[in-house]
């Protein structure tokens, strides 16, 4: 079984304090996950972010479903954090999430170290169905990170967790 790393990255035009706030707000991240997923988070909200902080949800993954919990193992606002599977699909999952200012905006880098079930079959797994996933899943995301905070103009005078939590 293979350790894998998925990396990507995406400049917002926001500063780094906004886009952070965005990301700490788990309510948004059923915003950012494909519908085909059906996900949804179990844990009641609104959800003190910090490091030990457990999230619950459950998602449908080609029609079959899945519970997943995810501790905060690292929270460091308003530059990083890093969310680990405790229990869910994967033998490993490490999604580092890191917020540096750029260009007048904020680059945005995920770091996914991930090992994909499947023993002597995992090649081929991860080839044919993991990885296919992986990429249409943070593919999704970015479209909706750029829909939500890819523009320039100043959020209104609201509070900047008030005003950037998405509803669906």
């Known amino acids: 079984m293979r350790t894998r790393l998925l ?6 035009p926001r500063p780094v304090p906004e886009v952070f706030a965005f990301f ?3 309510a948004n991240l059923e915003a950012i996950t494909p519908p085909w ?11 003190e972010m910090k490091a030990g902080t457990l999230l619950d ?31 869910g699909p994967y033998l490993l999952w490490v999604h580092e999430h890191t917020f540096e200012e750029k260009d007048d905006g904020t680059l945005v880098r995920d770091r ?5 079930p499947g023993w002597i079959l ?4 991860e080839r044919w169905l993991v990885r296919p996933d992986l990429d249409r899943i943070f593919d999704y ?20 967790a008030e005003s950037l939590r998405l509803v669906k």
């Open 37 to 47: 997923l059906r996900f949804h988070i179990l844990t009641p909200q609104p959800l």
């Open 7 to 12: 990396t990507r990255e995406i400049w917002l």
């Open 112 to 116: 996914v170290d991930y090992r994909s």
């Open 57 to 87: 949800y459950r998602l449908r993954l080609h029609g079959i479903p899945i519970y997943w919990r995810t501790e905060i193992s690292v929270w460091e606002p308003p530059h990083r954090f890093v969310d680990q599977q405790l229990k």
């Open 24 to 26: 700490s707000d788990p």
């Open 122 to 125: 995992e090649p081929l797994i």
């Open 141 to 160: 995301r970015a479209e909706r990170l750029r829909e939500f905070l890819g523009h320039r103009q100043p959020l209104a005078a609201t509070a900047a």
